[in-house]
């Protein structure tokens, strides 16, 4: 599965690349702001990469100008209820000051809410990250309740909450991408395979605006009119 919008391509995680990504992990800059921070083995990451890969979860690679940058999820997923946690990071510390970040973002939280018809995100942020907690409520995430104590806080994201918080951060997002601003979908044949691709389809079939599909060697596409 490969989701494409505003220049960044989000890929479900392969088991190819899992090693980049355990490098990354392990970077203080990552660990550091991670509820856990050991040091993660070749071998540990397999084995969260097999207990990861089904279709209660979707990690995806965060692709930029060609370039593997960073990995966001979709975890914990309620496929009924339409809920699931999202978290990301960028294992490429030069990307950290700029827009890129709020370009991954905003492309994952408007597929998600208005692509699939999601109904709420959540997330965890532990109390003593400032910078992420004030990057995340820049996007519309709220305390939950009885959360002020916790270390490892939950916060939830709602479509409302995004649409009233994240609007000035929108329009920067759309000035930057250009004229990529629409979001195509590829369903790829292993997407088939593993019943993932039969999950997203029944969700596009809600979609209130007209979707172009397609199929080529690559998958199926679907894609913004």
Known sequence: MKLYKYGITLERLK???????????????????????????????????????????????????????????DKNVEWEARTSESGLFLGRTEFYATYVPYLVSVAGIEATFYFLNWNKQFAHILRDNARAISYNTQLGYRLCPDQEEAENQRYELTREGFEQTAGRIRKAVRRLAGDELKTALLLEPEDYQSGLAMRYESLLAAYPLPLRRDEDAAGVWYREE
């Open 15 to 73: 088991e190819a690349d899992i090693e980049l990504v355990r490098q990354w992990r392990n970077s203080d800059p990552v660990r550091l702001n991670m509820a856990y921070r050991e040091i993660i083995s070749p071998g540990q990451q397999l084995e969260w990469f097999r207990s990861v890969n089904n279709l209660d979860n979707n990690y995806l690679m965060i692709c930029y100008k060609g370039e593997k940058i960073g990995l966001l999820n």
